[in-house]
């Protein structure tokens, strides 16, 4: 007796399942191609930006076994176009380089080509009140008091 009330229990359980299927089934076949695109996509970024990088090392060194050899002119050009157009890392590398190449060419210019260098690009310049706020997210409100005040500021 009580197999027949367990096989009309599975029997019910199988039919609300096929309904369950039938009415939200094209959802979950979606919601699964739509997390194998988007990881498809986020490993050809990531594979992306590995080509990009290496292709900005590849020149750096060359760059730099220009600057090696001798050939001054040629490297400060190739580290100017690496300035410009190589990732981020590799663009501030290139900067610093092709100043040091321009000082050795250029001694009258020496100056202006490190202040152009050592401006910041994208970074802006941080208020003390931010710099404390971060002091104090990061060691705790309470803890600020031993940090200098040069790094924080001069009013807490």
């Known amino acids: 007796m009580a197999d027949i009330f367990q096989e009309v229990d599975e029997e019910v359980r199988r039919e609300q399942l096929q309904k369950l299927w039938q009415r939200y089934g094209h959802f979950a076949i979606a919601g ?51 300035a410009t157009g ?37 970074v802006p310049a941080r208020s003390s009140t931010t710099w404390r706020r971060c002091a104090g997210l990061l060691v705790g409100r309470h803890h600020t008091r031993h940090i200098p005040k040069s790094v924080l500021g001069s009013s807490r």
């Open 32 to 82: 699964c191609i739509l997390i194998v695109v988007a990881v498809g996509g986020w490993r050809g970024y990531d594979w992306w930006q590995a080509k990009k990088a290496n292709e900005s090392g590849a020149a750096f060194e060359a760059a730099v076994a220009l600057a090696e050899t001798g050939k001054h002119q040629e490297a400060e050009a190739a580290f100017a176009k690496l």
């Open 86 to 122: 190589g990732t981020a890392s590799y663009r501030t590398l290139a900067r610093l380089r092709e100043a040091a190449e321009l000082a050795r060419t250029d001694k009258a210019g020496r100056g202006s080509s490190l202040r152009r260098t050592s401006q910041p690009t994208r």
